[in-house]
């Protein structure tokens, strides 16, 4: 009788453990495989670390086969999980993101030249256009508007407007995006090297002016107030954006700064991350249409990129000799920072090992935060 | 404490319960009971806002505005009594026309873009959404609400040739804008509707959307706008009309400050003597101005006491300290044994 229990209970162990839910749902496999790429690439390759490696080990947490029931999952009311990825399903965390993003970034380089913010604004669209390749391939707009924001190239943004158009295809979308982003120094660089000739490639720019202190002071203000009476939809972004970037630049909060750009942003990445890739459960993720997101999100990549470089050199042919820019500046405006400036400046390297665009390409990077987050509004008004 | 208490007081508006409506009515109720077993009236109330609404201590009542309106002026002369207590008043001396909807009911709270149904059957002893007061069959009927505070939130006038199972219903649910756009909710009647239950455009709803709520954006882009082509010309217009106005200020802000900025230039000539030789040579030579700025460094007495000597290393890196996270780093000074 005893010994009968006792294998009763053991069995009832049994079904209780990853082993046995594992072969009612062997896809999780696929996806701790996908777990594992990712924090392998991240460890290995250097791939956005910072990103892969929650996202990574999140995809491992959430597809761990368990018997629901037991407020264990991601999706059960009440779990752990459950709570903390409120503030994705919510759209709590890319604000803060986007807090410390605007308590981190000196948008000198942007007001020294503010032309380049047209760059930035050129590059959404990339958001666009695959918008439209998405409504070809059969995707309702609230979602084609969700998916297309991967060509903002900006992870928080991505996750903000997919969580309030398309919830379902927020997984998918987030993931998309922080691994194109990683993949940015790989697709980037045959765009640019295909649209510009070697004569564009070698263009000098004029060294930047030094930017007053109430210049700086000002912007976030004045951003503020101008972006979000255009889009009063991007709000919960801009507001943030503009705010941390006020606390940097006051010069009185300096204490309130640090901790935005640093503790606060580090806390949030790594619930953020975590939560995002938990929420990648097979039964979500292994699905046609997230073929289709990672197709499109390439998409979008490209035609932001190409968008960007294109638009400098028109942009060219109206601005004096003096003034002209370099187009391999064009790529920075997906905003992608710091990386898509670096790659402006290696490429600007490999043409003249003396020409460093860095700074110049910074401009339309930061003016890229900036779009992407008035697109997400724009998306928000007409779509939400 | 002043601004806190303006700030505060805005707030109490802002939330209002003004974003509570009549939503739909029923006079003769021949098809659905009251959970009590009777067919009763109903009136259904709607919380327009996307903020859940306390309900409590607000009144329905059947008098006209007219007579309260008059019964405030009347009593205000007499005494210093505030509109709500004087409702209150009212509804003491009249059970069977105002109903103040009690405190304490959790049900109370309506949540956002909810519905609430009360019963005007007349027995208060059923519950909170039971009124005090009964509709009139066969003759016009009027209702309105009132606010906490005494102020009128919303009204209507049902048609007294209102038949058995029709209901008097918005077309559609009321935004709050539409509803405050002339800060009053005078009941206009083209709003309102009757419902037979005949078809799902006339179905009576009680407790439930008039009209099935759709994404009406979404819907028209998906029927006039398949390619995406006029959202993608719109939106990149915004979007370029936002960084084109910040771009215009900025340039102007840039011009101002560019004046300011020479000046200043001027005057930090003599302090700061590395930029200012540096910027005066105006050349690419970067090996020149490192060797200068070091030169003036170090004629500047502006060296600390160091054991070893420090020395110049040509970097055939092609990376700048933007671009290398080594260059970033401070480097240790490399000790050179002369002997």
């Given at each position: 009788m005893v010994l009968l229990n006792i294998a009763k209970n053991l069995e009832q162990f049994w079904h209780f453990t990853g082993f046995y839910n594992v072969t009612l749902s062997p896809e999780s496999l696929i996806m701790l495989g996908v777990g594992l790429l990712f924090i392998y690439l991240a460890i290995k390759h250097d791939f956005e670390p910072m990103l892969l490696v929650p996202i990574g080990f999140g995809i491992l947490i959430g597809n761990i086969p368990f018997q629901p029931g037991n407020e264990i999952g991601i999706y059960e009311e009440g779990s752990v999980l459950n709570i903390l990825y409120q503030g994705v399903r919510q759209g709590w965390y890319p604000p803060l993101i986007f807090l410390g993003i605007g308590a981190m970034t000196d948008f000198s380089a942007l007001l020294a030249n503010p032309k380049l913010m047209l760059v930035g604004a050129a590059a959404q669209f990339g958001i666009f256009g695959a918008y439209m390749v998405a409504l070809a391939m059969g995707f309702m707009p609230d979602q084609a508007g969700a998916i297309a924001i991967i060509g903002g190239a900006d992870g928080p943004t991505a996750i903000f407007l997919s969580s309030k158009l398309a919830?379902?295809?927020?997984?998918?979308?987030?993931?998309?995006?922080?691994?194109?982003?990683?993949?940015?120094?790989?697709?980037?660089?045959?765009?640019?090297?295909?649209?510009?000739?070697?004569?564009?490639?070698?263009?000098?720019?004029?060294?930047?002016?030094?930017?007053?202190?109430?210049?700086?002071?000002?912007?976030?203000?004045?951003?503020?107030?101008?972006?979000?009476?255009?889009?009063?939809?991007?709000?919960?972004?801009?507001?943030?954006?503009?705010?941390?970037?006020?606390?940097?630049?006051?010069?009185?909060?300096?204490?309130?700064?640090?901790?935005?750009?640093?503790?606060?942003?580090?806390?949030?990445?790594?619930?953020?991350?975590?939560?995002?890739?938990?929420?990648?459960?097979?039964?979500?993720?292994?699905?046609?249409?997230?073929?289709?997101?990672?197709?499109?999100?390439?998409?979008?990549?490209?035609?932001?990129?190409?968008?960007?470089?294109?638009?400098?050199?028109?942009?060219?042919?109206?601005?004096?000799?003096?003034?002209?820019?370099?187009?391999?500046?064009?790529?920075?405006?997906?905003?992608?920072?710091?990386?898509?400036?670096?790659?402006?400046?290696?490429?600007?390297?490999?043409?003249?090992?003396?020409?460093?665009?860095?700074?110049?390409?910074?401009?339309?990077?930061?003016?890229?935060?900036?779009?992407?987050?008035?697109?997400?509004?724009?998306?928000?008004?007409?779509?939400? | 404490m002043t601004l806190i208490a303006v700030v505060a007081a805005l707030s109490a508006m802002a939330q209002g319960r003004m974003d509570m409506c009549i939503n739909e009515v029923m006079v003769q109720n021949n098809n659905s009971d009251n959970q009590n077993g009777k067919c009763s009236a109903w009136i259904e109330l709607f919380n327009a806002s996307y903020g859940t609404n306390g309900i409590e201590k607000m009144f329905i009542t059947t008098f006209k505005p007219d007579y309260i309106q008059n019964y405030f002026k009347d009593m205000e002369s007499k005494s210093n009594k505030k509109r709500n207590v004087l409702l209150e008043e009212l509804r003491n001396q009249n059970p069977d026309k105002v109903y103040e909807i009690p405190r304490g009911d959790v049900n109370t709270k309506i949540k956002p873009r909810t519905h609430v149904v009360f019963y005007a059957d007349g027995d208060t002893t059923a519950g909170t959404f039971h009124?005090?007061?009964?509709?009139?069959?066969?003759?016009?009927?009027?209702?309105?609400?009132?606010?906490v505070n005494g102020d009128l939130v919303d009204e209507v006038i049902i048609p007294a040739n209102l038949q058995a199972g029709q209901s008097f219903a918005r077309i559609s649910e009321g935004l709050p804008t539409d509803m405050h756009m002339n800060g009053n909710h005078n009941f206009v009647t083209s709003q309102w509707e009757v419902r037979d239950g005949s078809s799902v455009a006339k179905a009576i709803t009680p407790g439930k959307f008039n009209v099935r709520p759709v994404n009406e954006n979404i819907e028209m882009f998906k029927n006039e706008d398949g390619s995406g082509i006029w959202l993608t010309i719109m939106s990149m217009g915004v979007v370029f009309c936002a960084l084109l106005m910040l771009y215009i200020l900025f340039k102007l802000f840039g011009k101002a400050f560019a004046g300011q900025g020479k000046e200043k230039k001027e005057e930090e000539t003599v302090d700061e003597p590395v930029e200012a030789v540096a910027a005066q040579e105006g050349g690419d030579d970067d090996e020149a101005i490192a060797a200068i700025c070091m030169a003036l460094y170090q004629h500047l007495n502006a060296h600390d006491e160091e054991s070893g000597v420090l020395t110049f290393d040509h970097s055939h890196e092609a990376h700048s300290a933007w671009g290398s996270k080594g260059n970033l780093l401070l480097r240790v000074p490399e000790h050179h044994n002369n002997h």
């Open positions: 919830p379902n295809l927020m997984g998918a979308i987030a993931v998309s995006a922080y691994s194109y982003m990683a993949l940015v120094p790989v697709i980037q660089p045959p765009i640019m090297r295909l649209l510009t000739t070697k004569k564009e490639r070698l263009i000098r720019m004029k060294p930047a002016r030094k930017v007053s202190q109430t210049e700086k002071i000002i912007f976030p203000i004045v951003g503020l107030i101008l972006t979000c009476f255009f889009v009063p939809s991007g709000l919960p972004l801009l507001g943030m954006l503009f705010f941390g970037n006020l606390l940097r630049e006051s010069g009185v909060t300096t204490r309130l700064a640090k901790t935005a750009s640093n503790a606060m942003t580090d806390m949030v990445t790594i619930v953020l991350g975590m939560s995002v890739g938990a929420s990648t459960q097979a039964s979500e993720f292994l699905t046609p249409d997230t073929i289709k997101i990672f197709f499109l999100g390439f998409m979008a990549f490209i035609i932001a990129t190409t968008s960007g470089v294109l638009f400098v050199k028109i942009f060219n042919l109206i601005l004096p000799k003096h003034k002209k820019l370099n187009p391999l500046i064009g790529n920075a405006g997906v905003s992608a920072v710091p990386m898509a400036a670096r790659i402006s400046n290696d490429q600007g390297l490999k043409a003249d090992p003396s020409n460093y665009l860095l700074m110049h390409a910074m401009g339309p990077n930061v003016a890229g935060v900036i779009g992407s987050a008035v697109a997400a509004g724009v998306l928000l008004g007409f779509l939400g | 009124l005090s007061f009964t509709l009139a069959a066969g003759c016009e009927n009027y209702v309105a609400l009132y606010d």
